[in-house]
């Protein structure tokens, strides 16, 4: 599924939930197909992973997958992204799954950064964002839960898309020391693993 993830509208917005400050100088290499239009912003096919070394990205965007293939590349020697100082951020699509423990860890030893999921609506909009305590998805501003006699739904921008049953709001301050609310899931074939709520 391409993502569609407007960091136009992330950077433009002061409080997203994107725990890396993005400038329009910062020079974010996208690996994962998407519709992404925004100042320092390249997309690279799987097939130009080499120019990476001439684009000289801070961050990486992607998906969970594709940014393994490409640390496995980089291993050989084949593509050069030491540039890469700031973050990697990896796309999950609401309904894929989400990065597991061993993933997570691979990308932080093959690429040296701290490493964030973001979690898009289907349409690709940013749900919410991982902070450094790993604990939920802090929800941007405007996104919502309804809840009503059909089930939960959560409202993204103009669209509603359903919520798997074991979803909630937790509001409790996080171990980051951030106030907004994020969402936990609990564990299914797809979408999001078990995250322990602080209470």
Known sequence: MPIALNLSRIRARRYSTIPVPI???????????NKIETGQLRRFLSEQWEELENFRP?????????LQKL???SETGAVDITSVD???LAA?????AVMTDVERVVLWQAFAVPVY???????????????????????????SFVRSSSGTTLKVKQTRERVPTAASVETAVCA????????????????????????
């Open 23 to 33: 400038s329009p100088q910062t020079r974010i290499a996208s690996i994962t197909p």
């Open 58 to 66: 801070q961050i990486l965007l992607g998906s969970a997958s594709d």
């Open 71 to 73: 640390a496995s590349i």
């Open 86 to 88: 700031t973050a990697v």
């Open 92 to 96: 999950t699509a609401w309904d894929a």
């Open 117 to 143: 999921e973001l979690l898009l609506s289907p349409a690709g909009y940013l749900i919410g964002s991982e902070c450094e305590a790993h604990a939920g998805w802090h929800l941007e501003p405007g996104i």
């Open 176 to 199: 980051c020391g951030r106030r907004a609310p994020r969402m936990m899931v609990e564990s299914q074939s797809h979408l999001i693993r078990v995250l322990a709520a602080t209470a």
